[in-house]
């Protein structure tokens, strides 16, 4: 089974997050704001994902922490 990054968007805080649907599904539905803990997270079109993800893997090579497979 091929692991999905998912994107969300936190309504309370307005940021946004990327999780894999591996973490997703082990969390049992309580997903929470890794910023601000509040539960009031959207999820966004996996098109939108696949772009974020992209993002944050440019983000985290610039600060030295790749985890690219
Ligand atoms: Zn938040």
Redesign the pocket.
Known sequence: MLSIYTSYN?S????EFVLLSDDVESMKGYLV??????Q??TKQKITDSLKECMGHRKYKKENGVTKQK
Not at 12 to 15: A, L, P, V
């Open positions: 936190c309370k805080c307005s940021k704001c890794p910023f601000c803990s509040s009031r997270i």
